[in-house]
């Protein structure tokens, strides 16, 4: 038997009904859609790091660092989702938290960002034991029927709504609205997005495989191309720096020069360890919040794409859900000790999903592509941004099919679902949806006569809620963002 051979077998291509063709493209497709994390997950982090930077290093330095810490981060939760749990879905850390991360704890609470680290460390290493004992599972199962039907139509319009921002079609409104519909036309980006959109969406309902990532591919071309040669556009269309460092520098040296001793950043983490005991109160809280979020966002990613993949069983649960909930947990902990945030499952898995992508190949093709993109870190930040929103647009609309599965002539299954799905792009938070979800649930079987079917373990669930909540809204006389 060849390798190709045992590698399906490993995998069971065949009971999946996919091929290493679908599995190779649908990898290469969840990529490409989350292949800015290795350029924007540094730039936020780099602020706190900059608070105390290592000797001798600038913003820029720090930047390339994180970059490489990134994607190893990335590398060994990917690794772990594809060969242990054998699921199609990316890893990496997650945008919102890399942002509570620096700009509430380190840069607005003031914790030293190698204590935040510390903390992040911990986090990971109680979802460890937490996974390893089902704890993680039971919880998930907790979570109310209707609320785990509903989460991927709740992601599809989160996505969406994130994609169509950044085109510039949904924008702000300082009345009472808070958005309207944006006037993309006055924006260059906007205009080439919108039409890499168009020839998306296109491809698409003529059933073009790899539709989404030659979207991606195309408008990136066009933007590039009019970077080059339409005067004054090159800081507009390419991404920021890019051009003026690659005439400084020369195209191979911008290529190949990059800083990998990532050193500095895991002696911060040990410093961070030593540091805990300095204000225990406070980075428990800290500890407490990470745990908090992390987990109702992994869970409620997880079950959506799980979805969109029709691997959920009749109750809505994702069987041997220990397995994929381990690898993110294992990434969070060793991220937090080579310098980065909370590594979590991505939404922007489904993109490779609506590809074709069944099994844990896809996953490894990711982490494949993760790894190349260590001998060229710069050249993924080549990738404009207004390119890869096409995705999130593409796949938002493809992830609202799960309202299908909802009983909408029940209040007991309408209401918690519909909550679920309109709180999360209104919150711009995964977490704050399944929240609602979870908290009407009970309340409203309660109305109708049903309260004893809410389960003990569903009553506790929303009672933790309510006191995290609780918490976080009188901490400081205000809610603390994340």
Known sequence: MGVAD??????????????????TLAGATTFL???????????????????????????ADVIQMLAVVTIIASVVGIAVMAVYAKRPFGLAPGMGLNAFFAFTVVLGLGVPWQVALAAVFVEGVLFIALTLVGARRYVIELFPEPVKFAVGAGIGIFLLFLGLQEMNVVAEYPGGTLVQLGNFLLEPTAIVAVAGLAVTLFLYARGIKGSIVLGILATSVVGWLVALFVPGQEGTFAPPNTIGVIRDVGFSTYLFDVQYNFL???????????????????????????FVVDFFDTAGTLIGVSGVAGFLDDSGDLPEMDKPLMADAVGTTVGAMLGTSTVTTYIESSTGIEEGGRTGFTALVVGLFFLAALAIVPLISLLPLYATYIALVVVGIIMLQGVADIEWDDPTW??????TITVMPLTTSIAEGLAAGI??????????????????????????????????????GGFVAF
């Open 6 to 23: 045992s590698l399906a077998d490993y995998f069971d291509f065949e009971a999946h009904d996919t091929d290493f063709r679908t599995e």
């Open 33 to 59: 859609a989350m292949a800015y994390v290795i350029v924007v997950n540094p730039v936020i982090l780099s602020e706190a790091i900059m608070t105390d930077p290592p000797a001798g290093m600038s913003q």
């Open 264 to 290: 500095p950043l895991v002696e911060g983490f040990l410093d961070g360890l030593g540091g805990i005991t300095e204000d225990p109160v406070v980075f428990a809280l800290v500890v407490f919040t990470f």
């Open 414 to 419: 309408a209401i918690p679902a519909g909550l």
């Open 439 to 476: 908290l009407s649930y009970p309340i409203v079987k309660l109305a109708v006569g049903e309260g004893r079917q809410v389960t003990p373990g569903q009553w506790l669930l929303a009672l933790a809620l309510v006191v995290y909540y609780a918490v976080f809204f009188l901490a400081d």
